[in-house]
């Protein structure tokens, strides 16, 4: 037995998605589910279970697929609760983590382990027959992916198991699967934070606290509802500009998004000991307003600019499309400060997300000199051509100091988020 996880009671929505498939209930001749709704409402531990329990129960020798929408996001959200699932249960398990042929055996069934980040992954689960497919964060895959591990469940009685948090009401997987659940005889099942019964009432209340806006209502209300207008429209001068930089401040980093036409910023961000992210200093030259520079001229500029701050800078985070910039500075820099160079993550919604939560938590400051970041976080707006398709997309304009402190909020996301 697991002695780190325990299961705690089931919720009925839940207890719903667990049986849904059995012989007695009404659902079991449906061909999925689909398992939608809030942040943190126990989707994903009742879906694995079901998951798992249905492919044992039904299947002999079969084949099935697994996906989480990046390698990373499946160890962290499905395998890790998956193990602990197996442990507590009793039941033996073989992980084999090879690259080119990761899967989980369970008694005589095999169950290959694939990332839907982009176009490309749907190459790897050509030419498999499988038994049923779980889909995790299924909404943040590409639909050409999720097609193909549809396609290739062609055992008879195969089912589908798709698991995500809401998006646009466009979105291609609310339009052609949730609001066709019935059509295509998929049981859809709609959690709040209310359906998680080990939640407890100061834990659901500090979640409602992290969101305002749209991530609001689609995290914690659930809905399928379009990002509008401007995109931190929760950013208040007056509460989240100092005059005075705190004296404590124990980590700092610096943000880069590197332009050629357009512009080239360079952000300094920092935690201070109370788990509040601030950013201190900017750099923001524009090839568009004045003379456009190499990418050694920048690099110059930004020895400069890492030279005039006496904190011990801890990473410098750079637009991995920014190359040249990059391989440049990496050049520059003496040997012992090259090993704090790396590329940043750069996703965008998500990100986005982390800084707008920090706000809305006042836990995001910035210092008043700081004129070009000021101007932008008010103008930065979602794109509606955008949402016309179904995507979440930032007009890509005002948005380079935003970009560089965005890079530092979300890359460094682990030292903010533990405190909320």
């Known amino acids: 037995m697991n002695k780190g996880f325990q299961f705690k009671p089931f919720s009925k929505k839940q207890k719903q998605l667990l049986m849904w498939w059995m012989p007695e209930s009404p659902f079991a001749h449906y061909d999925g589910v689909i398992a939608e709704g809030s942040i943190r409402a126990g989707k994903t531990i009742a879906m694995i279970d079901s998951f798992l329990m249905w492919s044992l129960a039904c299947f002999e020798g079969q084949a099935f697929i697994i996906a989480g929408r990046s390698v990373g996001a499946l160890n962290r959200n499905v395998l890790k609760p998956m193990f ?30 694939f990332g839907g980040s982009n176009e490309k992954s749907q190459d790897a689960v050509q030419g498999l027959t499988a038994a049923g497919v779980y889909l995790d964060e299924v909404a943040l895959m590409p639909r050409s992916f999720v097609d193909q591990c549809i396609g290739r469940c062609s055992v008879p009685g195969a089912k589908l198991f798709f698991n995500c948090n809401p998006k646009g009401p466009r979105h291609w997987f609310k339009v052609d699967f949730i609001d066709q659940a019935q059509e295509r005889k998929l049981v859809r099942l709609h959690f709040l934070l209310d359906d998680n019964l080990s939640l ?145 993550k750069n996703d965008v919604v998500p990100g986005i997300e982390t800084v707008a939560s920090l706000m809305e938590t006042d836990r995001f400051f910035v210092q008043s000199r700081c004129r070009h970041f000021l101007e932008e976080v008010h103008a930065y707006v979602w794109d509606e051509r955008s949402q016309e398709r179904g995507e979440d997309r930032p007009v890509k304009q005002h948005d380079h100091t935003l970009d560089a402190v965005r890079y530092c909020a979300y890359t460094m996301k682990h030292l903010f988020m533990r405190r909320g």
């Open 200 to 344: 407890s009432e100061s834990v659901k209340e500090r979640l409602k606290r992290q969101f305002s806006g749209v991530f609001y209502k689609r995290n914690i209300l659930g809905q399928w509802v379009t990002a509008e207008g401007v995109i931190y429209s929760m950013f208040d001068e007056g509460r989240h500009v100092l005059k005075e930089l705190p004296q404590n401040i124990v980590k700092t980093w610096i943000g880069v998004d590197y332009g050629n036409s357009n512009a080239t910023t360079f952000m300094l961000c920092g935690l201070d000991s109370m788990g509040r992210f601030h950013v201190i200093d900017e750099f923001y030259h524009s090839g568009r307003d004045g003379l456009k520079k190499s990418p050694s001229q920048y690099v110059k500029e930004f020895i400069k600019f890492y030279s005039r701050h006496s904190w011990p800078i801890e990473f410098i985070l750079i637009d991995p499309s920014a190359q040249a910039f990059l391989m440049e500075l990496y050049n520059k820099l003496p040997p012992s400060e090259r090993r704090k160079i790396g590329p940043a």
């Open 84 to 113: 602990d699932i197996l442990t507590a249960k009793g039941i033996k398990y073989k992980y084999v983590r090879s690259a080119e042929d990761r899967h989980i055996q369970i008694g005589s069934n095999i169950y290959y382990l």
